[in-house]
């Protein structure tokens, strides 16, 4: 038996190094923030003395916070805003980020009334939405790592991801079955839930039929090598223009004096889904303002941020022409112009981090964007379902 490890494994060992220098450097917290949270959120047991729960099985239909059928936060739209009248042909499965912020347990118990409050009011509300014009959206429950796993020094945090990524898979395959197999698919999530579908990418679209399938994955709030990551799976690449289909968009939003250096050091010295370094490799930054790659845009091209509010307010009217946005050479998406107000610094992370804003901060421009990428897709294979007189097979 040959003693390599593979690139799958070499890439959750990447994140034992990632939770591992995240303590050590520090990508939001200086060291005595660091102590506090690792106190507050890590749990006070190992991961092997807690109780699995059982996974859910994802043929219940309470086992999704979102379904086609069922009229949820998803469905949303800002005030003012009309639902466009042609829907496409497409699915869209959605990962939530971590929404379990308490150290009680390493997995994120399924019963826990605030997080799956949480989970309604933030992600899906605030996030999910975005994609409610694009099509038929799905988002499964799952048994999330806690917040407190990203500040583990040891192996029990990534044991906790690992329970996790299990279920989203599991839940993909149930996905599978459940719709209509002549759509179109698009993957979409934010941070923890990016996580879990850039590994989806490599295990379930790697050189399969899944990937003609695929209108677009939206790997938002998590780092993306476009090398060793995007060029590891074959038959997609990185959303290089508007209407492209088939691949990739990622980024992460800095302030315009954003601190990133240690976001971009873990990223350079931890290995992709290839199992190789990601030094030298370029992050992937899709400018949510063009959708294109390394690219900069000012505000005209801002088609309205959306105001994030907790609980369950409505969705406010959107805000256009609020803000410009540039790809820097490393990869980050940095905002042309210091953002003083209130209402978008109440989550900012140390070091201008808006990671809790990336949707908010540019959803009409997601909205929108979803919605045309769907319906090129759409329009892509009725095309080829044409005979060259014109007449359908």
């Known amino acids: 038996m040959s003693s390599k490890t593979s690139p799958a494994a070499k890439f959750m060992i990447a994140i034992i190094a990632i939770i591992v220098l995240l303590l050590a450097g520090g990508v939001w917290l200086n060291t005595n923030e660091q102590t506090a949270m690792r106190i507050a959120f890590v749990p006070g047991h190992s991961f092997a003395e807690e109780a699995e729960e059982p996974r859910l099985d994802y043929a219940d239909d309470a086992s999704w916070f979102a379904l086609p059928s069922n009229e949820t936060y ?3 739209a800002p005030e003012g805003i009309e639902k466009y009248s042609e829907k496409p042909n497409v699915d869209v499965f959605f990962v939530h980020p971590t929404t379990y912020l308490i150290r009680g347990n390493w997995s994120a118990p399924l019963d826990d009334s605030a997080t799956n409050k949480r989970t309604q009011e933030f992600s899906l509300k605030n996030q999910a939405s975005s994609f409610s014009a694009a099509g038929n959206i799905y988002a499964p429950r799952y048994r999330q790592a806690a917040f407190g796993a990203f500040f583990d020094d040891g192996t029990d945090g990534i044991m906790a991801l690992q329970r996790a990524y299990t279920d989203i898979v599991v839940a993909f395959d149930a996905f599978i079955e459940r719709r209509n197999p002549e759509n179109g698919i698009i993957l979409a999530g934010h941070s923890q839930g990016s996580l879990h579908l850039l590994r989806l990418l490599k295990d379930r679209f790697d050189g399969t039929e899944l990937t003609k399938k695929l209108v677009a994955a939206y790997l938002i709030g998590w780092p993306v090598s476009i090398e060793a990551d995007i060029g590891a799976v074959e038959g ?12 990739v968009i990622s980024y992460q939003t800095f302030g315009k004096h954003g601190e990133t250096e240690t976001i971009t050091g873990i990223f350079n010295a931890t290995p992709g889904l290839n199992g190789t370094l990601r030094a030298g490799t370029q992050m992937l930054c899709t400018n949510p303002l063009s959708w294109t790659v390394g690219d900069s845009a000012n505000r005209t091209e801002h088609m309205g941020s959306v105001e994030l509010l907790s609980g369950n307010a409505p969705l406010p009217a959107p ?6 946005a540039s790809c820097h050479s490393d990869g980050i998406l940095f905002l042309a112009q210091p953002l003083l107000n209130e209402e978008w610094n109440q989550f900012t992370m140390t070091g201008e981090n808006y990671h809790a804003y990336d949707f908010n901060m540019f959803y009409m421009n997601i909205r929108d964007n979803a919605h045309d990428r769907a319906l ?11 005979t060259p007189d014109g007449t359908n097979e």
């Open 74 to 76: 998803v469905n949303l």
């Open 376 to 386: 090129a897709w759409t329009a892509a294979q009725q095309s080829t379902e044409r």
């Open 319 to 324: 805000i256009p022409n609020f803000i410009g």
């Open 236 to 247: 997609v690449d990185i959303c290089d223009a508007p209407t492209q289909t088939g691949c």
